[in-house]
Every structure is written in structure tokens, then in C-alpha cells.
């Protein structure tokens, strides 16, 4: 079984156009987005891992707003779910919202950490922020949790 998921997201319309269009943009790796687009828009079996990688190798290189919303919008399911998977082991609560926004920050801020060496890349990477702020919200949770039970005067 390969490693690589081959399932398509649940995409709008368009999104395979403005891959295109960024594609068309671009001066080097816009040939493999846009063969990948032209994958999506006929709905072949694509990876979501390669085309993610791309993206995320894209935004490294240009900063460009548009890589970085196809990416949010092609991963924040499959993020989503893996935040909820690994907060659900968490007795204390934590808004999987604020994790989720906390990643794609993480995603926006730190891009020259991103090596794509492999298709599988940019799951392998965001897996690593997923768990850290996931681990990072637990704690400051049950930090709150603790300080809130004895946050009172002695004298009461």
C-alpha cells in the first residue's frame, strides 16, 4: 500500500482553475502544478500529498498569497481531523479552531523550514506542527485548569 493519499478532497469548482492560474504564473515549477491541476479538474487519481508539497514548495519560493489559500483549503480537513484525533486523548478542552489556526500560522510564518524532499513532505512536516501545537494548547490548558482550582486567597 503506498504512503501517499490518492483520495481527492472535497474541492469547490474553481479550485483546479486557480491552481492553473497559479501555475501559469510561475516561471519554473509551474509546469507540475499545472499538469497536477489538469489531474483535478478531470478528476484522475491525484495526490494530495505531491500536490500539497508543490504548493507549499511554491509559497517557500514566492510568498505568494494564492499558493498558500489552495493549501489551506486543499488541508484543513485532514487537519482538522488529525487535531480532533489527538485531542481527543486530552481530559482538559481546547478548541480544535484555535489549534488549527495556530498551524496554518506556524505554516505561514516558518515556510524556509520547509524541505520537499518527498512527496510526502508536507505531511510529514505539518504532522510534527500539528502535534507540537496541539501538545503546547494541552498544557496551557491544564495549566489554566490547575491555576483556576487554586487561584484563591489563603485567607478564604
Known amino acids: 500500500m503506498?504512503?501517499?493519499?490518492?483520495n481527492p478532497p472535497r474541492t469547490d469548482p474553481g479550485f483546479a482553475?486557480?491552481?492553473e492560474a497559479l501555475a501559469i504564473g510561475?516561471?519554473?515549477?509551474?509546469?507540475?502544478?499545472?499538469e497536477m491541476a489538469e489531474e483535478v479538474r478531470e478528476a484522475r487519481k491525484w495526490s494530495r500529498d505531491a500536490l500539497s508539497?508543490?504548493?507549499?514548495?511554491?509559497?517557500?519560493?514566492?510568498?505568494?498569497?494564492?499558493?498558500?489559500?489552495?493549501?489551506?483549503?486543499?488541508?484543513q480537513e485532514d487537519f482538522l481531523r488529525l487535531i480532533y484525533?489527538?485531542?481527543?486523548?486530552?481530559?482538559?478542552?481546547?478548541?480544535?479552531?484555535d489549534v488549527l489556526q495556530e498551524v496554518f500560522f506556524n505554516v505561514y510564518r516558518y515556510p524556509f523550514k520547509f524541505n520537499p524532499d518527498r512527496k510526502t513532505a508536507f505531511r510529514n512536516w505539518t504532522h510534527s506542527i500539528i502535534r507540537n501545537t496541539v501538545l503546547k494548547h494541552?498544557?496551557?490548558?491544564?495549566?489554566?485548569?490547575?491555576?483556576?482550582?487554586?487561584?484563591?486567597?489563603?485567607?478564604?
Do not use: C
Not at 503506498?2 to 490518492?6: I, N, Q, V, Y
Open 2 to 6: 503506498s504512503s501517499t493519499r490518492t
Open 17 to 19: 482553475e486557480r491552481l
Open 26 to 34: 510561475l516561471p519554473e515549477d509551474g509546469h507540475k502544478l499545472g
Open 53 to 75: 508539497t508543490a504548493l507549499m514548495a511554491t509559497y517557500r519560493d514566492t510568498a505568494s498569497k494564492e499558493a498558500f489559500s489552495l493549501l489551506y483549503e486543499l488541508n
Open 85 to 97: 484525533h489527538h485531542l481527543r486523548r486530552s481530559f482538559y478542552s481546547v478548541d480544535p479552531s
Open 138 to 156: 494541552s498544557r496551557r490548558a491544564q495549566r489554566d485548569h490547575f491555576l483556576s482550582l487554586g487561584g484563591g486567597d489563603a485567607d478564604s
